[in-house]
C-alpha cells in the first residue's frame, strides 16, 4: 500500500539512502549482539548435512572464485572484526572467526528483510525488484559465510585435538 507518492526520480533517489540505511542499521544492530549468542552450533548457523561442509557452496556456486572481490563490512565499524585474512591460527582466535561468520550471516539476513517496505513510497512492482536486489547484494555474502565456517570449525578442532 503506497503511502508516499512521489515523481519517479525522487522515488527512486530515496530508495538509495534508505537501502544504505537498512543495511547499515542490520549491521549496526548485529555488531551490538554479544559473541555468546552467535554460536556456530546453534540451529541458525550450524551446518546442514546437505551442506556438506560447505562442498556445496564450492561445488554449485564456485565461492572460490569470486569470494574475494567481496566487500569486508566487518573493517568497516570501530568494533568491527575484519575476516578477509587469518592473522592467528590459534583455537581461540579461529572460534572467534567462526563466530563473526555468524555475525556476517545474520547482518545479511537482516538485511534483506527490508524490502517489501519500499511498496510505501513505490509502485507494487518495486518490491519485487527490491527483493531482487536484496538477494544479489546479500546472498553472495552469506553463502560465503555458510562456506567458510565448516572449514574455520574444522581446522579449530584439528588444532585443538593436536594441542590435547
Not at 559473541?35 to 556445496?56: C, I, M, V
Not at 578477509?84 to 539476513?109: G, I, M, P, Q
Request: hydrophobic share 45%.
Amino acid at each position: 500500500m503506497r503511502l508516499l507518492i512521489l515523481p519517479d526520480i525522487w522515488t527512486i533517489l530515496l530508495c538509495i539512502p534508505l537501502w544504505f540505511i537498512f543495511h547499515s542499521l542490520s549491521a549496526y544492530i548485529c555488531l551490538k549482539i554479544p559473541d555468546k549468542y552467535l554460536n556456530p552450533e546453534s540451529f541458525l548457523f550450524k551446518t546442514r548435512k546437505w551442506e556438506k561442509n560447505g562442498l556445496l557452496y564450492e561445488k554449485v556456486f564456485k565461492v572460490r572464485k569470486w569470494k574475494k572481490y567481496l566487500p569486508d563490512g566487518g573493517a568497516m565499524f570501530k568494533n568491527g572484526y575484519s575476516k578477509r585474512y587469518l592473522n592467528d591460527y590459534s583455537e581461540a582466535s579461529l572460534n572467534k572467526f567462526a563466530v563473526e561468520t555468524c555475525r556476517a550471516e545474520l547482518t545479511h539476513t537482516l538485511a534483506i528483510l527490508p524490502f517489501w517496505t519500499f511498496g510505501f513510497i513505490a509502485p507494487p512492482i518495486i518490491i519485487l525488484y527490491m527483493l531482487i536486489y536484496a538477494l544479489a547484494a546479500n546472498l553472495p555474502c552469506i553463502i560465503t559465510q555458510r562456506y567458510n565456517r565448516p572449514r574455520i570449525l574444522s581446522f579449530a578442532n584439528k588444532i585443538k585435538e593436536k594441542n590435547i
